[in-house]
């Protein structure tokens, strides 16, 4: 009985949540490792319109899998969902910080895929546009102005989601480490 047990493991709601936790900072991770591999690899042009492609189903699927783990979370926390008023809440317990890890996860990932990433793609199309018009590659000296802005814009937009993607990592991470606790 008990290695039938032990087998159903992964199909209770525990093991649901630790499967969606790992899928979730496991793709995470993997969008990291083979972005930087294909950079490294394909010309930049072409990696960027493949990211163009990956990025809005990496950040759909992250923030599904967030969103789920969240869902389940609340499932076994039933009494964070009540009044901030009544205890526990999110900011005096663990499963209530726990919680808010999920949440600082969740919201990087939505906001790369509703804002940040369509912006810096859309910046980054149109520095390769105006690469044609120019004839010249984004970083070769005497570039036009127009260039210059594109380049900054699309600098300040991947530094950003760059950013939140770190924060979306560290939030998942961070969930792994206490609930191991």
Do not use: C
């Not at 804002?115 to 859309?122: R, T």
């Not at 699309?154 to 961070?174: D, K, Q, V």
């Amino acid at each position: 009985m008990a290695i039938f047990q032990s087998a159903l493991a992964p199909f209770t709601v525990k093991g649901f949540y630790l499967i969606t936790w790992g899928t979730a900072l496991g793709t995470n991770v993997w969008n990291t490792v083979s972005g930087y591999r294909t950079y490294k690899t394909l010309p930049r042009q072409t990696f960027g319109t493949l990211q163009s492609r990956l990025q809005p189903l990496y950040f759909t699927f992250s923030s599904l899998a967030t969103s789920t783990l969240l869902f389940t979370h609340y499932w076994f926390h039933p009494g964070l969902i009540s009044s901030p008023r009544v205890p526990p809440h999110h900011t005096s317990s663990p499963e209530g910080q726990q919680a808010l890890m999920i949440i600082a996860s969740l919201v990087p990932q939505l906001l790369n895929l509703l804002v940040v990433s369509p912006l810096a793609s859309d910046v980054m199309f149109e520095r390769h546009r105006q690469e044609r018009v120019e004839g010249k590659e984004y970083d070769e000296p005497n570039v036009s102005e127009t260039l210059q802005k594109l380049n900054k814009k699309f600098s300040i937009y991947h530094g950003i989601a760059s950013a939140l993607n770190t924060i979306s990592f560290l939030g998942l991470a961070g969930l792994g480490l206490a609930v191991s606790m």
